[in-house]
């Protein structure tokens, strides 16, 4: 089967104009992922796993490397370097990202969240709904809280329902940026589920997990992750 | 995706004007004022393309330029050099060479505005609802039944209530007055709008509600939007890209996440910084 990324050589660092200062983040890394595999990023706090995965979505300018996504039409995309408006439509259609940290439309109801990457791709209303329903009944939230915003939620639920909401968009490609962290043992178990269905259906992953047993469970490919540049400065 | 609007070198100089005011006004000259002659460099040599269905973000401190910039485009002011084209229907318009006539014609039928100051943007003089029939009538829309039978499905879509649609416009709150300014701009349908600062200077839960409403309109209608704000919240929650001004240059351009979360510029980097 055909790679659908091929990271090489990704390098992301920060200048920090204020203080005329370069913060390298992370470099060197390179791995190939086929369709349904999972990439986990390990390496300790602060080595720049997160630095990296932002940096394959394009939340930051990758610093040097090449990012290569095959999308859904076969095209080979460089994301680092891709047109905006080549990161936005895959972003709404092909790539995913669950953040460690819920960031969602304040007021908005808990179905309104989850549906909406649907609603932009243009899935009827009654569809989306009925496919995020699904979601956040599958990760236990329960249903009175449907209508109420996540703001008022605790932090496992919130994260629960960013979760939900990621993989009610679905895609091809899906950035896990440690999605267990806040979780009970149950719910986490969810969330292994519904990767490990995902991987299944093929989707491809990179992610991010503190809990070296869920590596060694749901990895096929391990990406260690070292802040050379800053050890060899210091 | 597809542009309805390119905007290439345009350039706005208040003063006389003369060959050294490019070269000597800028971030790096930390000025938009030019020694030489004492003009004022608005806006100096911006390029922008806006997508169909796009929300583009423009950003900067006041005086930067932004809203100097959607001005131009909206006809309420006219450039120095520079020129635009706007992507309507099949037809390509090159905004300022067009006639008054022919901008006029645009403006009123396929631009909207939403300003600040509401004044700018509703006759204070005449109802809500004839604000909006006004713009109508404009559009050719000469039956009095379907005026008004659009008037009140508009003002009923921005949650101005229809009881009100005879009242003065002077006589609403800050929030209501923007409800009606953006009930006028969509009333003829334009694919392009443009907003100004709109929700600056009003209660934050009434800013809430209008960010809340442009946002569920534009998904619904799918307009394009040029939104100038300062405000980092409106940029992160309405745009998908973002421009940054200083001193009337486009310094910086990106989605508008990495803008907020990885910021090249310096200038980008204090603002972002700032935020509360």
């Known amino acids: 089967m055909t790679d659908i990324l091929s990271v090489r050589d990704l390098a992301k660092g920060f200048y920090i104009h204020d203080r005329a200062k370069h ?46 996504y095959r999308s859904a039409t076969g095209g080979i995309v460089d994301l680092a370097t891709a047109p905006e408006t080549a990161i936005t439509a895959l972003r709404r259609a092909e790539i995913g990202f669950v953040t460690q940290f819920l960031h969602c439309l304040p007021r908005l109801s808990t179905l309104d969240v989850v549906a909406r990457p649907l609603l932009q791709q243009g899935v009827a209303r009654a569809a989306a709904h009925e496919k995020a329903a699904r979601m956040l009944a599958a990760l236990a939230i329960p249903e009175q809280l449907w209508d109420a915003t996540p703001a008022t939620f605790s932090g496992g639920e919130r994260q629960r329902v960013n979760i939900a909401r990621s993989f009610t968009q679905g895609g091809r490609l ?23 269905a995902a991987k299944a259906e093929g989707v491809a992953m990179v992610g991010i997990f503190h809990d070296l047993a869920l590596v060694d469970r749901l990895a096929d490919v391990k990406i260690e992750v070292r802040r050379k540049a800053f050890e060899d400065a210091a | 995706m597809k542009p309805i609007l390119d905007v290439e070198a345009l350039t706005r100089i208040h003063g006389p004007g003369c060959p050294a005011c490019l070269e000597v006004t800028g971030p790096a000259h930390d000025t938009n004022i030019c ?3 004492g003009s004022v460099v608005a806006v100096a040599d911006a390029s922008l393309r806006l997508h169909k269905g796009e929300v583009l973000g423009i950003m900067g401190e006041s005086g930067s330029g932004k809203s100097s910039l959607v001005r131009m485009l909206y006809f309420d002011d006219k450039p120095t050099a520079g020129r635009a084209i706007f992507h309507d229907d099949g037809q390509a318009h090159e905004l300022f060479t067009l006639n008054e006539a022919q901008q006029l014609r645009l403006r009123d039928t396929r631009m909207g505005m939403v300003y600040q100051n509401p004044a700018l943007g509703l006759n204070f003089d005449i109802s809500a609802g004839g604000n909006i029939a006004e713009r109508l009538l404009m559009a050719d829309e000469l039956n009095y039944r379907a005026i008004r039978a659009k008037a009140t499905a508009l003002l009923a879509r921005t949650e101005v209530p229809p009881a009100r649609m005879d009242e003065l416009p002077r006589n609403f709150s800050g929030g209501m007055q923007q409800r009606v300014q953006i009930a006028r701009a969509l009333s003829t349908g334009a694919p392009l709008l443009f907003l100004d600062e709109v929700t600056t200077g009003l209660d934050l839960s009434v800013q809430a509600r209008i960010l809340d409403l442009i946002m569920e309109l534009q998904e619904v209608t799918g307009v394009s939007m040029l939104v100038v704000t300062h405000d980092l919240g409106v940029v992160r929650h309405l745009t998908t ?8 240059r486009i310094i910086e351009a990106g989605l508008t996440d990495q803008i907020l979360e990885d910021p090249q510029a310096a200038y980008t980097q204090q603002l972002v910084s700032s935020a509360l």
């Open chain 1, 23 to 68: 913060v390298p983040a992370a470099e060197g890394v390179s791995f190939d992922l086929k369709p349904g595999q999972l990439a986990a990023l390990v390496g300790p706090s602060g080595a720049g796993k997160s630095s990296l995965l932002k940096a394959i979505y394009r939340t930051y300018v990758p610093s040097s490397g090449q990012v290569l």
């Open chain 1, 174 to 196: 899906m950035l896990l940026d440690e999605p267990t962290a806040s979780l009970d043992p149950v719910s986490r178990e969810n969330v292994c589920a519904m990767i490990e």
């Open chain 2, 35 to 37: 020694r030489q002659c």
């Open chain 2, 241 to 248: 890209r973002t421009i940054v001004m200083k001193h009337g």
